[in-house]
């Protein structure tokens, strides 16, 4: 009876020990998603040369798990939410594919340098960028996206507004 009550003990640990190797991989899409995280500041001066920035933060998963180039390709994308402009693009390091399973997950940060305030003129219609514009303060926000090696696109994300500093 003691034995008994023994090997069946120690099949039921060597089954609850043998639970983690047999957790499925995760399932996510193809197709790179992200997600807004985090912004480290939301003020900004407005300086020459990039003197100020703000951190972006945003997490990720790719579901075949093909992320970044070895050429060095840019793979994010950053846009000026106020006029669609592109801002410089940056590089995600590249990531080999291992496993079946190849879904993969995480966080990116990147530094974004200050951006000019823009004004239009009421009466002319005319815009006007940096050191020109006649107003103290200004906003903006970023849209990020991703590109995997597949060229597959990931959604867009926004940013919070971020009070500019012009003067």
Do not use: H
């Not at 060597?14 to 995760?26: E, I, M, Y």
């Not at 933060?57 to 093909?66: A, I, L, R, Y």
């Amino acid at each position: 009876m003691q034995k008994t009550i023994w090997t069946i003990t120690t099949l039921l640990l060597l089954g609850l020990l043998a639970l983690p190797f047999c957790v499925k991989p995760p399932d996510y899409p193809k197709e790179p998603v992200i997600e807004f995280v985090s912004l480290s500041k939301n003020v900004l001066l407005q300086t020459p040369f990039g003197q100020d920035s703000v951190v972006i933060t945003f997490s990720f998963t790719d579901g075949d798990g093909d992320l970044g180039f070895q050429d060095g390709e840019e793979s994010i994308f950053i846009k000026d939410g106020r006029d669609t402009f592109q801002k410089p693009s940056y590089r995600i390091p590249y990531i080999d594919q291992q496993g079946a399973g190849n879904g993969i997950s995480g966080e990116i940060s990147i530094v974004v340098p200050t951006t000019c305030c823009t004004y239009t003129d009421p009466l002319t219609g005319i815009k006007i960028a940096c050191e020109n514009v006649p107003i103290a303060q200004d906003s903006v926000f970023y849209r990020v996206s991703i590109k995997d090696r597949s060229e597959n696109i990931s959604n867009e994300i926004s940013t919070p507004w971020i009070r500019l500093i012009c003067k």
